[in-house]
């Protein structure tokens, strides 16, 4: 099959989006593979009709989802879906009403997560979370309110738990948060009352309060709900 003829010019909406769409739906039915190189950033804009922005842009988001990987000097190629997520879900990353169903989802999660953590969480644990919290006070003090700084947190935190496979899910959901806050056009709720929330975990995790941790969490996850509703 000709490799040109499987892409179809994009019709005008979130660009991004309907290209990331686009290769998402050549993935799923096999027309792309595991291991096969998409056409340069240069020949993707062209075929699709799109700007090497747009193409860009799309790119990356398929980088964080891990359908691609990009390799300098090489190029970008189809990866295996890290997770088996539901494409559906995918597509909704948009949806303002999405951001709560994802932080329902986060707060079953990882308020289970913390509690593992206290138990299981050894040393050098401790101080890399110590090490991300001092870390991001420097950041909140320079100005600098990334998502991201705030996410590695509750990541590492799943590290902790010593089980790669809700490790692997806590990855999975802050990618998913990243993207549909970015999606959704919302900005980061209050970075400096997550790093608040945050140190309050990690103190509770240095004690070894299980109680402690799991209300701390609880409490933030209530108070990021409460900054979505009120469309902070």
């Known amino acids: 099959m000709n490799r040109a003829s499987l892409f179809q010019p994009i019709r005008p909406r979130r660009l991004y989006e309907a290209i990331v769409h686009q290769i998402q739906e050549l993935v799923a039915e096999r027309h792309l593979q595991p291991g096969d190189r998409l056409p340069s950033e240069r020949e993707l804009a062209e075929l699709l009709n799109v700007s090497r922005a747009s193409v860009r ?10 359908l691609v990987e990009v390799r300098p000097g090489d190029g970008t190629f189809v990866r295996e879906p890290p997770t088996p997520v539901d494409p559906a879900v995918w597509s909704r990353l948009s949806e303002r009403t999405f951001l709560l169903d994802l932080l329902e ?21 401790v101080e890399q979370l110590q090490e991300l919290v001092e870390r991001r006070a420097a950041e909140l003090a320079s100005g600098r309110r990334d998502l991201e700084g705030d996410l590695r947190f509750h990541e590492q935190l799943a590290e902790a738990t010593r089980n790669p496979v809700l490790a692997s899910l ?5 990618e998913m948060w990243l993207l549909s806050r970015e999606a959704a056009g919302r900005g980061p709720t209050s970075p400096q009352k997550a790093h608040r929330f945050h140190e309050a975990i990690l103190q509770a995790l240095q004690r070894r309060d299980e109680q402690a941790a799991w209300e701390a969490m609880e409490r933030h996850m209530d108070d990021m709900r409460r900054e979505i509703e009120q469309g902070t």
């Open 170 to 174: 806590v990855r999975t959901l802050t």
């Open 57 to 66: 842009e799309a790119l990356r988001v398929l980088a964080a989802l891990g």
């Open 105 to 125: 989802a986060r707060q079953i999660v990882e308020r289970e997560v913390v509690v593992l953590a206290v138990r299981r969480a050894t040393a050098e644990d």
